[in-house]
C-alpha cells in the first residue's frame, strides 16, 4: 500500500492491490499523517468487500506458521453474515492422505473429500507415514492432560501405530540405551521389543 499524489489533484491517494487487482483512492485530505489513516480504513473496507461479497459465510487463510515439520498454526479471517472474527488451529500433516486439525484426525477419502474415518481409503503402508503418526500421536499423548478424552485417544492411537511398525519388523530403542536417544529402526538383537 502506497499514498500518492496526482498532477490534477491537491489530495493524497491510497494505491494497493487485493487478489491481483490494483485500487486507488482519494483519501481526500491534504495532511499526509492523516491520509496514512485514512488509507488503512479505505483498504481495510475494499479487503472485506471484495472477499466477502458473493458468500455469507467463509474463512480465508490470512496466515500460516511452520510450528515444526509437519505441523503448522494456521489463522483464518472468516465472517458469518454480519459477523467478521479471526479463526486459529493447528494443522499436523501425517502423510499426503491424512491430516489432523486440533487433534481430530482427517482423510482424504477417494472422491478428494476429507472425511472423518480413514475406512475409505487403502491403509498407510508406507513405514515413514506411520512413524510421523506415531510420532505426532506420542507428543500429543505425552504432552496432553490425563483426564482429557483427546490425551487418550492420543495414547491409544500411539499403541495401535506401534504395533504396525512391529509388525513391519520395526522396533523402538535398544538396550542399554537412555530414552531420550530412542528411535524406530529395523529391529535386531539388541532391540526392545
Known amino acids: 500500500m502506497s499514498l500518492i499524489k496526482r498532477p490534477n489533484s491537491r489530495y493524497w491517494y491510497v ?31 475494499i479487503h472485506q468487500e471484495v472477499t466477502f461479497t458473493m458468500h455469507e459465510s467463509g474463512c480465508l487463510v490470512s496466515e500460516i506458521k511452520p510450528v515444526r515439520k509437519n505441523r503448522y498454526d494456521v489463522e483464518l479471517d472468516c465472517r458469518e453474515f454480519d459477523e467478521i472474527y479471526q479463526y486459529q488451529f493447528f494443522l499436523d500433516v501425517i502423510s499426503d492422505q491424512h491430516v ?16 472423518t474415518e480413514a ?21 500429543n499423548c505425552a ?6 478424552p483427546a490425551t487418550e485417544a492420543a495414547c491409544t492411537l500411539r499403541q ?4 504396525k511398525l512391529n509388525q513391519k519388523d520395526l522396533c523402538f530403542g535398544r538396550e ?15 532391540s526392545l521389543r
Open 15 to 45: 494505491q494497493f492491490q487485493i487478489d491481483n487487482r490494483t485500487f486507488v483512492r482519494s483519501t481526500r485530505t491534504t495532511e499526509r499523517k492523516i491520509a496514512l489513516k485514512i488509507a488503512d480504513k479505505i483498504r481495510a473496507d
Open 176 to 190: 542399554k540405551q537412555s530414552r531420550n536417544g530412542y528411535d524406530w529402526h529395523q529391529c535386531d538383537a539388541g
Open 119 to 139: 475406512s475409505t481409503l487403502e491403509p498407510a503402508g508406507s513405514a515413514d507415514d506411520l512413524i510421523a503418526a506415531w510420532a505426532d500421536a506420542d507428543e
Open 100 to 115: 489432523r486439525v486440533n487433534g481430530d484426525d482427517l482423510w482424504i477419502c477417494k472422491k478428494g473429500f476429507l472425511a
Open 160 to 163: 495401535q501405530l506401534a504395533e
Open 143 to 148: 504432552g496432553g492432560s490425563g483426564d482429557n
